[in-house]
């Protein structure tokens, strides 16, 4: 099979090399996914570099996680209407440039900085990476394969994030967990200005709406924001009450923008009569809460109770990372077999059994025997849910919409991430403080505190595969002739726009 394919937009066509277009855009996303994880090892040396207090090195995460989340949905709607790859190339360098930045950043602030603009340049990266496949890969067998090769390093990301992260820590300094973007960045851009050919487009560009992604990101960041400062305030204090009001009123705002005034919306509310996007999105929630939750925690867990150094607290995600990669792959194929509904019951209830396990932790039980099972299983849990939910999100949209359908999928799962790791942080230092109110050991109560916040996340991921049942059932298999060869070919028809496979009998 030829390794070109042509693709419209505006009433253009361009060759586009394949097999470069998933290479880059697998190695982009993984840069974007991991950046999550990879400082989550190197916040003990990063608190301590630069004088943060425990309550604010989440924002080192956070910063990053809220404009990523805010500005997706303008990402992807600006790789729609500018074309794929200069939105790709756009955001890469952001992304690249702000890596340079906050690795080189003198204090608090200055980092804060740096990792919002460098989620800045994620999102308007991300998306288009996702757009970018969807149109290369117009076959919806190619396609599948595509989506699980991006999906399983989308999938993967958080643990070789943090193995990535306490490696560099460990060998280097915090510094390079950012600095390693930089040689990533420039050989991706090189590559993609030489490889991948840009979409003609003659067609009038509409407008972006700034002001629905301004009121999005304002809205989330002040609800985290009022979250957070529950661990130094009371829910009651003016602060805590008037941020999370600002940020409900933010996010009201958003709601009337994309309906009444926006002439180009940011999320058509419409898209939302799609149950299997609908149902997709909610579960992206879910995932992400509990996928940050549990690196967040179990890292905490692992250097601050266990006294792991950076590196041995990232090899000890190395089977975590691997069953990640291993599932997703697995997934891809599994999916066409059993459909994306069940597969997206079984992977969070894998997740969650998991979760719920390492809720027993104590301090000093040892990795083999009460932190290792937990965490495979978990990684695999993680793995196969990532391709059946991309492919719920995306099956169905029409081309103009791929932009929207690839940001609105990372935008859930991002949000989901920020406010659950908010909550969750919350919970884990209210737990812990009122545990030592009794004269409880240091270790025992932050202990405490972090099972809390993987029971909660158990219970989130449950509500995940509660919400796949509202996907389509899949209908009965129907026997027909595979378009080139004429072998007869078992096509799994499912509800609504879930058309997804043409298997080999």
């Given amino acids: ?6 693709f419209r937009a505006g009433g253009g066509t361009a060759p ?9 855009c697998c190695v982009a996303q993984l840069m ?5 994880s990879v400082v989550m090892v190197a916040l003990p040396q990063i608190r301590h570099a630069l004088g943060m207090s425990v ?3 989440q924002w080192v995460v956070n910063a990053y996680t809220l404009t990523f989340a805010g500005f997706l949905m303008l990402g992807g709607r600006a790789a729609d209407i500018w074309g794929r790859k200069r939105v790709f190339m756009a955001g890469l360098g952001a992304f690249t440039f702000f ?3 906050g690795g080189l950043a003198v204090n608090a602030d200055w980092l804060v900085a740096a990792r919002a603009l460098q989620g800045l340049g994620g999102a308007v990266l991300a998306p288009a990476t996702l757009s970018l496949l969807t149109t290369s890969f117009p076959r919806p067998d190619e396609r599948r394969r595509a989506l699980g090769a991006w999906s399983a390093t989308a999938a993967s ?3 070789v994030g943090v193995l990535l992260g306490g490696v560099l820590t460990q060998a280097l300094d915090w510094r390079w967990v950012l600095f390693v973007n930089v040689p990533i ?3 991706l851009l090189a590559l993609t200005a030489a490889g991948v050919k840009d979409e003609a487009t003659s067609a009038p560009r509409p407008s972006l709406d700034v002001p629905g992604a301004v009121t999005v990101t304002g809205g989330l960041a002040l609800l985290v924001y009022g979250i957070v400062s529950t661990s130094s305030r009371s829910w009651g204090s003016p602060v805590t009450v008037a941020s999370l009001a600002g940020g409900a009123l933010l996010l009201g705002a958003f709601t009337l923008v994309e309906q009444r005034w926006a002439v180009q919306p940011l999320v058509p509310l419409s898209v939302f009569r799609r149950r299997s996007l609908s149902a997709a999105n909610g579960i992206a929630v879910t995932i992400g809460a509990a996928l940050f939750g549990l690196y967040f925690f179990l890292t905490l867990y692992l250097q601050q109770v266990n006294h792991y150094s950076a590196l041995e607290g990232g090899l000890a995600y190395l089977p975590a990372g691997l069953a990640t990669l291993a599932a997703a792959v697995t997934g891809s194929r599994l999916v066409a077999r059993i459909g994306p509904r069940r597969q997206l019951v079984l992977g969070p209830v894998l997740a969650a059994g998991a979760l719920a396990w390492l809720s027993a932790l104590a301090p ?7 932190v290792f099972a937990p965490l495979v299983l978990a990684g695999a849990g993680f793995g196969l849910s990532f391709v059946p939910m991309t492919m719920a999100a995306t099956a169905g949209m029409p081309p103009q919409q791929a932009g929207l359908a690839a940001g609105l999928i990372n935008t859930t799962r991002q949000v989901g991430g920020a406010l659950g790791l908010a909550v969750m942080s919350t919970l884990a230092a209210g737990v812990a403080d009122s545990h030592l109110g009794h004269a409880v050991r240091a270790a025992s109560a932050l202990t405490d505190g972090y099972d809390r916040a993987f029971l909660v996340s158990a219970i989130v991921l449950a509500a995940g595969a509660a919400a796949a049942l509202f996907l389509p059932k899949a209908a009965r298999a129907v026997p027909g002739p595979t378009p080139q060869s004429g072998r007869t070919a078992t096509v799994a028809v499912v509800g609504e726009d879930l058309g997804l496979t043409v298997e080999p009998a």
């Fill in 1 to 6: 099979m030829s390794q070109t394919t042509r």
């Fill in 16 to 24: 586009t090399n394949r097999s470069l277009v998933l290479a880059v």
């Fill in 32 to 36: 974007v996914v991991l950046d999550v």
């Fill in 55 to 57: 309550a604010g090195q």
């Fill in 99 to 101: 890596s340079l930045m």
């Fill in 157 to 159: 990301g958080a643990a």
């Fill in 185 to 187: 960045g420039a050989a």
């Fill in 364 to 370: 000093g039980m040892g990795y083999w025997g009460h």
